[in-house]
């Protein structure tokens, strides 16, 4: 086997274990093939309900009166706590806000539990405190509720935040990953590989010529702008761990669908461009906190567009490619040299720590 026989998601991500590990990786928590495996074998069987089986960002639950509200939940274990863009805080506001939104739920309640190390200066502790405030805030959404616990000095990592989200989901929307169709349309609001390279690049010590922020931000009036444009979109997702090309393998095996997507569409930055050259990354894995994939009929998705470039967080939106009937539930990329290859869920873990 020669070098370009061997994947470029191989050779970017950390080494996976040939056969079923029996012990927890660092792989588990990426969002990619590894987190998928702890999902089936470990996890469903024991929490059979057809509501979880879904798998989608949220789950949306049905009252007795007929009203439907949507839950989710998330931990943030982001290293460092504070980067260019944001922190600890705003992303586990943003995260959660985001996870109800791109479901179709308005976002309305979060619950909030803090594991903090002892040691954890109070001063750093205020300051991630008044980010999530201010984030709940911009979004128009409430805390209403949490929990406290401290470990011991070097039993954890300064502070771990576990969120939970509630919102309501108005009559008569059902988004869903299983709900793309060929001949549909895939956009993204934005740049992608913002987030994960602005952490990599304080943790990792480098400087860039120019500097690299996070997109962290709450997406949840540019999702109901983007509704209010088209109602029949089809679903909406945010591209976290495992980026983009895991995102996009997610919506392709749930849908039972093919993916098309053009390579020079996908907008990346050039200073982000650059600094996954250096450190060897492929933006299509990185992560994002402040962007959203959409998958729109047709039929709306110029309406969809309009209304994405309006909004703050939409302005770069771009569509990047179209859903099809060949290649049931795999992705293909076209390449900017005219080629085409399979865009693989990532295996291993890319960047750990990285939300």
């Known amino acids: ?13 950390c080494p996976v274990p040939s056969g ?8 588990h928590g990426s969002g990619g093939r590894l987190s998928a495996e702890l999902l089936r ?23 007795p009166d007929g009203a439907r509200f949507a839950m989710t939940t998330d931990s943030f274990v982001v290293k460092p706590i504070f980067f260019p863009g944001g922190d600890i805080g705003k992303l586990a506001i943003c995260g959660t806000v985001n996870d109800l939104a791109v479901g179709g739920a308005v976002p309305q309640f979060i619950a909030a539990a803090f594991i903090l190390e002892e040691g954890l200066p109070l001063s750093e502790l205020r300051r991630v405190v008044a980010s999530m405030r201010q984030t709940c805030s911009d979004a128009g959404v409430a805390l209403v509720t949490g929990d406290t616990k401290v470990v011991d000095r070097g039993k954890g990592d300064r502070i771990f935040i576990t969120t939970t989200g509630v919102g309501s989901v108005p009559a008569g929307r059902s988004l869903s990953i299983a709900n793309a169709r060929a001949g549909d349309y ?27 922020t996070s997109d962290t931000a709450p997406l949840n009036h540019l999702a109901e702008a983007l509704i209010g444009a088209c109602p029949a979109i ?10 983009l090309a895991t995102t996009l ?18 907008p990346v930055r050039p200073e982000v461009q650059g600094a996954c050259e250096i450190l060897g990354l492929d933006p299509l894995y990185v992560a994002n906190e402040g962007k ?15 209304a994405a470039r309006r909004h703050p967080s939409g302005a770069d939106a771009a569509v990047i490619g179209r859903v099809v009937d060949e290649h049931r539930g795999a ?10 290859r399979r865009l693989a869920t990532l295996e291993g873990e890319l960047l750990p720590r990285i939300c």
Not at 1 to 13: G, P, V
Not at 20 to 27: A, D, I, M, N, W
């Open 249 to 266: 393998n997610e919506l392709a095996e749930a849908s039972r669908v093919g993916i098309e997507i053009d390579e020079a569409k996908v």
């Open 186 to 212: 895939v956009m993204v609001s934005g740049t992608m590989g913002d987030h994960g390279v602005a952490v990599m690049s304080v943790r990792e010590g480098l400087d860039f010529e120019t500097s690299l």
């Open 292 to 306: 959203l994939v959409a998958v729109v009929p047709e039929s709306g998705i110029q309406a969809a567009l309009e």
């Open 20 to 27: 079923r590990p029996e012990h927890v990786l660092l792989g």
């Open 331 to 340: 992705v293909v990329v076209r390449t900017r040299i005219g080629g085409s």
């Open 41 to 63: 074998e470990v996890f469903l069987p024991a929490f059979d309900d057809p509501v979880l089986r879904a798998l989608e960002d949220q789950a949306t639950l049905t009252l």
């Open 1 to 13: 086997m020669t070098r370009a026989d061997i994947s470029l998601e191989a050779l970017l991500s």
């Open 234 to 243: 089809r679903c909406m997702r945010d591209p976290t761990r495992g980026g």
